[in-house]
């Protein structure tokens, strides 16, 4: 059953939305809105949207729409999702959820009040070697986790040339989510105690007042722990805007993963060396590719197939609540204990 | 427009392709072809296909079926390819297209005359890293090919316990076709010059009569030169079955790539260590992926939209007349000239 | 001039050392002592000792020994330590240099009363990766260091199979120490703050009472942060006995290293796949190469050309004291100030 | 005891060797020679040389010289190895010993007449895992060898920026000789048969008329094939001026190496990224390490102890040989036959 979706707000996410919607059979695109029309009506000609416009409302005002998208800035996301859900659209609303406990309540809320669904942007559950992982914890390949280090982090371009609004977000608010999500489902056992700590420096001294980084240790019940490195100052010149390692040992095996750097393929022109995704978003022939694009699959299918999205709001509401605790225990300096 | 599809051979390969006719939208899998009638019944059991039988010529029979897939033995293609033509099914028929020019010539023959679609599965089309490559190459980021490195290269293993049927191909037409291929596509120019060297030693003490590696050169057309590595002797404690690495070098850039060993993900056990394929033909939350699968659903939007395969039998029949003239370069002690 | 050196503790590490004094021009190899005397005999004949014992005190008793390397058990270091500096000899003492404060405090007391050298054994120090590190730490290139993290992590065949005594120290004692020792010298500051955090399962479980891992991290003076990964439980399918990675974020740059996997050399034999040392301890023609050997050269240097060790016993002080400043940490679940 | 060292031609490798007999305990660094005197007197201050000249011929009348390194260009070796040998000088000759087989036996003739050692700089096989893929040949541990590929390039960097001569040497002489004797060593047959062929594009558009690149292909006696690539036009974005790798396939196992780009250590900084050599020539604490190093102490060491050297001037023929075999297979377009 063909359905329409519309994506709202349209930048390096928001486009690859508008295209996978565009490429699924099931799927109509049906508007593109951001709040630049122009952006918006670019992306809607390159995908052949019904309509484009920097209101989202219209959007959500259409009947033919029956779901959306939410790829606007992080702090962006909850009075847009909160008026979808109203309006009777299912939503993927990318991470974070929303940056407080009392919007991604409301946002939850607002779904189950309207029947509709909701699912979290956690694309890393798609992700060929996260997924792998989850498999060999499951087959009991690596026996019982006793824990995982698990970096991701940005280069310096991220906050400050990609994001106009880094200042308002965070690293660990921005892709520290991703990986506090990708170890609570890894281990399955819920988190009963944090600690963390950052620093400001680099960027605050460009005038960008988010920390440079964040060092995170989550505490698992039954004893698992993970150590989370989030940093937004790592220098240009890498290869990759990012750069992603992960280790988990397990009482009987261990799984070592980097996502970033594997030089899978590697490429040198005269001007500059790079290692191009072949794993995240990229294209094959013109067709999406990549577990990001996946993810996005995954709600047309829940939509139209009506099912439950993997990653919901309450996953989206349980990294919320986590990272608000690892800035709790920054800000005292010792760790912070959470609600069984 | 939804369309039937069946399966003739159902080992490794044959079970991803019917698997991914079982999942596509545009698919039905009507019938599983094995010379094992039980492994027919099995496969068929496990992607819901229709019917099953150890004669093909019953799938070729039924009019739902529009296109088949032929993965049987390397030796074994232009009988059935000939005959599902002639029935007027289009077919995918696996690398190599066959092992003689006269065979090739002659399913290409076959399916111009009855009007249906003959494609070869030369995947490698399809994975990231090449595509990004062919890419690069037709964006000028590299300038033109100067040359070509390419080792693709399986453990001991595949001659041995995997294929049955070993001596009755080679390291060169199993997988060395693959690399002809490739290196043909991304130079998009045409041989004039091949020479090998190969060697049976291991294999050869161990019965079975194949060389244990090729070392082969491609000299095109225009002056690019691709140096071809094909093993098949490799221990079996690497973490991979295949062995693959590339080097394309041009006048203004260089790309590297290692499908096989890029450890992406690594995993150890109390048993072994293993990089997990994450790129050929693997599973996400039971869905085929891969570029290996990618190549297989291009065939069905070929069939369904009525488009030209990527790869066609001309290029089935290309890369056999350069695996052919390596063999006689081997033979002869000298390089070989191909006709213009 | 050459001197007399004596070997006290003839296992791994004490080998290496004998076999560096036996080829150092400026050396010659007068004992080697080992509790096991048939151990001793061994190494003494190997490397052509002039005498050996399993009572060190007769090494010590010996006029011709200027200088003493002790290689022992973690947990005995400080009394043979103690009973060299009183007889007059320089000390070369493995790291940790001894697993108490009052130990340490004495070692140092005995070096300062009798005149003599004490170089604790930190040979990282000495590795051409880490010492580049340091290098463009000095020299600017990185800018000011904003975080490490550094993992040093070994599998569980060294705790349960390689030292009989494991029960005796633990992971953050035996290779940790290394570790924290890297971290203050790369830093270049004093530590004002540790947090960690362990736990105890699998070794546990095999009867070897010590934690399976720790996870620690340091604040220094100025802001740093060194977050340390050590454990000793990695699956022995690995194709190194240690794993070691390290990451240095600056103010204007980055270093990553990797010294156990970065597979300059790959072996598989039909048994296994291993990653041949060629940084730390390994043979050249015969020759001693390696770090660890160069670590121990430079002590026969500093003794024989009247220098000061780059690793002192005070180094070794400072080390121990953040280790029990951890496990304090772990103890209290909450980080643990560390005086001025 | 202590002996008397020149060194003729003070560019990159030159002044490596004055380092190196300046450090020894038993060399004294007496003369430091180049056509360039300013250089030549900065090489002599830096090393503290005895003396400097523009006229080797000066270092060669001095009786305190015993032995003498030759580094000057690829060209300009016999001349100066046959007076250094008529002087009575022993002599470690950079590779290759010269590019006509008329000079190497020249030179060779000369050394035996005058009694003194000639060794050539094949420093590979003092490089720690080509040493360790000997050792694991010798043990059997591969079975005997069925191929080696052996890549070793440049980038772009060196012959237009760093030799001034490079048109008057080729990729093949400058680096493939290095290749050429390594794996002669490892296999330890003669070749009996060689392949080759080069294109000349890029430098040759840039008016320095050499090849880009030569694919060669030796035949050993016994079987054996090694397989060489060499270039001269990677892109300067490389991490490392150099690429090296290598792969070893036995009848029982296998070594891959990968000397260049095995990231052991990365730095990142804000102008490029870059992989620091940690195996042929760099300092720790001011001392020269590196194979490159060990080559040229192990010369001192067969002087001061009268041994032979491992790489003599008939290694440097045999090299020779081979790459104007591998030149005259270019012209042919066909394999060319070696005498028994």
């Given at each position: 059953m063909t359905m329409g979706f519309a994506v709202i707000g349209a930048g390096t996410w928001g486009q690859s939305h508008a295209k996978v919607y565009a490429e699924h059979p099931d799927a109509r695109l049906m508007w593109v809105c951001d709040t630049y029309l122009e952006r918006a009506r670019q992306v809607a000609a390159l995908h052949e949207a019904q309509a484009f416009t920097n209101d989202y409302r219209e959007a959500l005002a259409d009947p033919a729409v029956d779901a959306v998208s939410v790829a606007t800035p992080?702090?962006?996301h909850s009075e847009i999702v909160i008026a979808a859900a109203r309006a009777g659209k299912h939503v993927l609303c990318e991470k974070p959820l929303a940056t407080t406990e009392a919007e991604c309540l409301a946002m939850i809320e607002a779904a189950k009040k309207a029947g509709v669904k909701l699912m979290t942007g956690f694309h890393n559950r798609f992700s060929p070697p996260v997924f792998q992982a989850k498999q060999a914890l499951q087959d009991g390949e690596l026996g019982d986790v006793l824990y995982i280090y698990y970096r991701l982090s940005d280069t310096i371009f991220v906050p400050t040339k990609m994001l106009s609004w880094a200042a308002r977000s965070s690293v660990l608010w921005f892709i520290g989510s991703h990986v506090i999500d990708t170890c609570c489902w890894l281990i399955g056992k819920p988190v009963r105690r944090v600690h963390g700590l950052s620093r400001s420096r680099v960027l605050k001294g460009m005038g960008i007042d988010t920390p440079d980084f964040y060092s995170s240790t989550l505490e698992f019940e039954g004893g698992a722990v993970a150590v989370m490195e989030n940093c937004w100052?790592?220098?240009?010149?890498?290869?990759?805007?990012v750069d992603v390692k992960a280790e988990i040992v397990g009482t009987n095996g261990a799984i070592f993963m980097d996502t970033s750097s594997h030089r899978t393929i590697q490429k040198y022109t005269q001007h500059k060396g790079s290692y191009p995704d072949v794993l995240v978003n990229y294209q094959v022939h013109g067709k999406s590719m990549g577990f990001g694009n996946e993810c996005i699959r995954h709600f047309v299918d829940c939509v139209t197939q009506d099912r439950t999205p993997l990653a919901t709001g309450e996953d989206g509401l349980r990294a919320a609540r986590i990272v608000l605790a690892i800035e709790e225990a920054v800000r005292r300096g010792a760790p912070v204990d959470m609600p069984a």
């Open positions: 992080d702090f962006a100052v790592l220098p240009e010149t890498l290869p990759t805007i």
